[in-house]
């Protein structure tokens, strides 16, 4: 089960790993306001329900026959809910960024990098700790009123067992939550004046629970008594779902938005606070960044200026024919560069205020240089915290890949480039479904170790380097970390423009 930002999608797999059937359902982000980023959680629940119960339907299985079911989410999303469990909000997402005035001060009066150090969550307004500040100040009647603070994750559970546990994997990702003591964090609870009642109980990523409710199951086509194992954050399980499970593994997923991580043996975070590390067992950690812009600043590129004089039949055609069309343009762009920020920007620079850029335009430019350059804007982004991961952890072995882009010949040689090193796509793109799959069966007992799912995952393609477009990138990545530091304070006092502008229009 992977609750997702954009849809939920229910995967059937067998013991070994080969993909059976899967159904997904999407679900609209809700902007009420600038800078504001909510979902639906009784939407979500539904999706939930529907997709677990038509997946199996696909399957052409009786809901007898699975073994148990693990989840998978998406991090930092936060709830209020009363004393009967009832919503007082909607899921605020880790895309909301109203929080950015308590995020500042976050990191200038309030201790900010030493709550980071102990929770691995870096100080940002996708943080639950940073929402939990914003509604304490602005909303504190809901405040006042909240019985629990839940993810969605918890709240998909709470509606299944009538009780709030969370798994170390999603709690290490809401900056509350101490890394080395497996607990709650006591001073970030005194920093928000909330005791610890007011959150889960803390479980390990493999906790079983059974007897969920009776009509739930029963809509499903589910036994009530099924083993459903707690599972962990969607991109922990995307690198357990690649293989990428040891120590000097890369994995890397692009989709709407992007990720690269590594995992570690203990929880590592860094001096300088660029990266997270978030919980996969309790002797697996997973180190990284995400980056805001993946796919969507593609997408964005083509709603915006792509137009076709055939008709495209389908959204997955115009992308490829979007791709497609950069085939012929050279590493580089021709000196075009992309700094990808159209949603601000999470690691390694966690800079809500930066903003997209397109530097070094030509009259030799044509549209096809500025669809190269946005793929390749994004491969850069990733490759800053890469380099990040590589300082911490030591250099890195293989990169494993995933997400929309790693069905693309193309973006996948550009980020073997601009990393210079080789690509491996696994046979299936469900890395975090399989991820949460491979957890259930070791949190079952089906598997002794993890490490199983090294024989689960087909490798689909090897995507080599290529040194004279590597050697190119190298030279262009300083340019791309210059013009980023040049602009920091420029992209501070246009993001204050247009948020004064956009309040005022709304």
């Avoid at 979007?322 to 390694?348: K, N």
């Avoid at 205020?353 to 030799?364: E, H, K, N, P, T």
Wanted: glycine share 8%.
């Amino acid at each position: 089960m992977d609750i997702g930002t954009t849809s939920t999608k229910a995967t059937i797999f067998t013991e070994s790993g080969r993909f059976v059937s899967s159904h997904s359902i999407e679900y609209p982000i809700i902007h009420p306001k600038p800078d504001w980023a909510e979902q639906d959680p009784s939407v979500i629940y539904l999706a939930v329900l529907n997709s677990i119960r038509s997946a199996i339907i696909k399957a052409d299985i009786h809901g007898t026959q699975l073994i148990g079911i693990g989840i998978s989410s998406a991090m930092h999303s936060l709830i209020a809910v009363d004393q009967e469990g009832e919503l007082l909000t909607n899921s605020i997402i880790w895309a909301d960024n109203r929080s950015i005035d308590y995020v500042r001060k976050l990191k200038e009066d309030l201790n900010g990098h030493q709550i980071y150090m102990r929770t691995g969550t870096p100080i940002h307004p996708m943080s639950p700790l940073s929402k939990l500040l914003w509604m304490k100040g602005e909303r504190p009647d809901i405040f006042a009123k909240a019985a629990k603070w839940i993810s969605i994750k918890e709240y998909i559970t709470w509606k299944w067992f009538h009780t709030y546990f969370v798994d170390y994997s999603i709690a290490s990702t809401t900056g509350l939550f101490n890394l080395n003591e497996l607990e709650w964090d006591q001073d970030v609870l005194t920093l928000l004046g909330i005791d610890k009642e007011k959150l889960s109980q803390p479980v390990p990523t493999t906790a079983v629970y059974q007897g969920m409710d009776r009509d739930a199951a029963d809509f499903m086509g589910i036994p009530a008594d099924i083993p459903i194992v707690a599972g962990a954050s969607d991109g922990v399980l995307a690198n357990l779902g690649v293989g990428a499970i040891e120590e000097g593994e890369l994995a890397v997923t692009i989709g709407t938005s992007g990720a690269i991580r590594t995992v570690v043996s203990q929880p590592l975070t860094d001096p300088e606070g660029r990266t997270f590390c978030y919980a996969l067992s309790e002797d697996k950690w997973v180190i990284g960044g995400p980056v805001n812009n993946g796919g969507i600043a593609l997408r964005w590129f083509k709603d915006q200026f792509v137009s076709y004089e055939n008709a495209i039949p389908t959204e997955k055609d115009s992308f490829e024919a979007l791709i497609d069309s950069a085939s012929d343009i050279p590493a580089g762009a021709q000196g075009l560069l992309f700094l990808p920020y159209l949603t601000g920007e999470r690691a390694p620079h966690w800079n809500a205020d930066a903003r997209g850029v397109f530097f070094g335009i030509s009259l030799a430019h044509q549209k096809e240089h500025f669809v190269r350059s946005v793929m390749e804007g994004v491969a850069y982004a990733v490759y800053s915290v890469g380099k990040v991961l590589n300082s911490l952890a030591g250099s890195s072995k293989v990169i494993r890949v995933s997400g929309g882009f790693a069905r693309s010949d193309i973006w996948r040689q550009i980020v073997a480039d601009v990393f210079d090193e080789s690509v491996v796509v696994p046979e299936s793109h469900e890395s975090s479904g399989l991820g949460a799959a491979v957890l259930t069966l070791y949190a079952l007992g089906h598997i002794d170790s993890l490490e199983k799912v090294k024989e689960m995952v087909h490798v689909s393609a090897v995507q080599n380097a290529i040194s004279e477009n590597a050697a190119i990138y190298r030279e262009l990545f300083g340019v791309y970390e210059r013009v980023y530091k040049n602009l920091e304070e420029e992209f501070k006092i246009i993001a204050e423009f247009q948020r004064r502008r956009d309040n005022s229009i709304s």
